[in-house]
């Protein structure tokens, strides 16, 4: 069975050791290969963590830029994992309207201090360092980034992005959260070389030892310590303003 191969797999790998795992994932391979009841598959994968007392974090973001976001009731527009999460399994999500996240086993409350900033002080991002957290990538190649990036960006306060505050309202049921959340933007939206892009830091960092990368059958899998990484992309980005956008060189 293709869920008993990625376990078995993971099994040999650091990842065992963790504290926290932050996965990126695209489950549609997966889901072709997984047979008759797929959810008990993704379960099984999920439980694999949870057993081990690692606590398992996934994005959920919605992108609700006004209006209101529900913690319970608004869907997750960033694939299969976060969703099916929130339907079948008891978890926490942060209350950041555009960047929530889902977190579930031993230590899923780390989601519930994180402040209204997504990638400045409070966020995941943040809290997560020196936390003994690994990276896990399921069929989402290194190559795509990650929102870490943005953090680093805001970190070193690069001119091409800004805080901008979003007046969305924010609700855990029936009770009002609040709102005035904050994500680090573009300025320009028109011009292209401010787009976002991590093919440049990905030249760079694709070799590192510390990078394990596996496959099996329709499975890419890439595995990373969250620290090591966190302190590589910001080294990148003091020796070059432009390593995560396009940029003109």
């Known amino acids: 069975m293709i869920i008993d191969k990625l376990n078995s797999a993971l099994n040999k790998t650091d990842i065992i050791f963790s504290k926290y795992v932050y996965i990126y994932s695209d489950f549609r391979a997966f889901l072709n290969q997984a047979g008759r009841n797929p959810e008990k598959k993704v379960l099984k994968f999920l439980n694999f963590f949870t057993d081990k007392g690692i606590t398992c974090i996934t994005p959920a973001f919605s992108y609700t830029t006004a209006g209101s976001f529900n913690l319970r009731k608004t ?67 290194l190559i795509k980034g990650n929102t870490m990036m943005h953090h680093i960006e805001q970190k070193n306060q690069i001119k091409y992005r800004f ?26 939206m028109i011009n292209k070389y401010s787009l976002g892009t991590f093919k440049k830091a990905y030249k760079k960092l694709k070799n590192s030892k510390y990078i394990n990368k596996k496959r099996i059958k329709d499975l890419d899998i890439t595995i990373y310590p969250y620290d090591i990484f966190y302190k590589d992309m910001d080294n990148l980005l003091k020796k070059n303003k432009k390593i995560f956008i396009l940029g003109k060189n």
């Open 75 to 141: 869907s997750s527009r960033v694939g299969f994992l976060s969703n099916f999460i929130l339907k079948n399994c008891k978890h926490e999500r942060s209350n950041h309207p555009i960047f929530s996240y889902i977190a579930l086993g031993k230590n899923k409350k780390i989601l519930k201090n994180l402040g209204k900033s997504a990638f400045g002080k409070k966020s995941l991002h943040e809290t997560l360092i020196n936390k003994n957290c690994f990276f896990l990538h399921l069929n989402r190649p």
């Open 163 to 188: 805080e901008k505050t979003f007046r969305t309202k924010v609700f855990d049921r029936n009770n009002y959260m609040g709102t005035n959340f904050k994500a680090f933007v573009r300025k320009d």
